[in-house]
């Protein structure tokens, strides 16, 4: 199997959820896992605003940056598992 590198930020919507972000961040974890991912390493980039706001009343998101590395359809895999999910609001992943 080839495997590649790849480095996804993720955009956490914490309004309304009242656990640590912690627990989020090892759910994050246990989905790309279930990717056939292995992760290499995961950093809390905390709160930051966001330059356009499409939603007033969601004007900063709690930044997850995750680097993993497994198949090429791992991409598309993660961002399904994550589609319905509020608490994750937007996912960008990029091959290094």
């Known amino acids: 199997m080839n495997n590649k590198k790849y480095k996804a930020t ?7 959820y009242n656990e640590p972000v912690e627990t989020l961040i090892e759910k994050i974890k246990g989905v790309v896992e279930s990717a ?5 390493s995961v950093e809390n980039l905390g709160q930051k ?3 356009r706001t499409t939603d007033r009343s969601f004007p900063a998101g709690i930044y997850i940056e ?8 791992s991409n598309s895999v993660i961002k399904e598992k994550l589609r319905l ?3 994750v609001n937007r996912v960008l992943v ?3």
């Open 85 to 87: 999910d509020k608490t």
């Open 49 to 51: 605003t966001f330059a």
């Open 94 to 96: 990029m091959a290094e």
């Open 36 to 40: 056939n991912c292995k992760i290499l």
């Open 10 to 16: 993720f955009i956490l919507d914490t309004r309304g």
């Open 66 to 73: 995750v680097e993993f590395e497994g198949p090429a359809t």
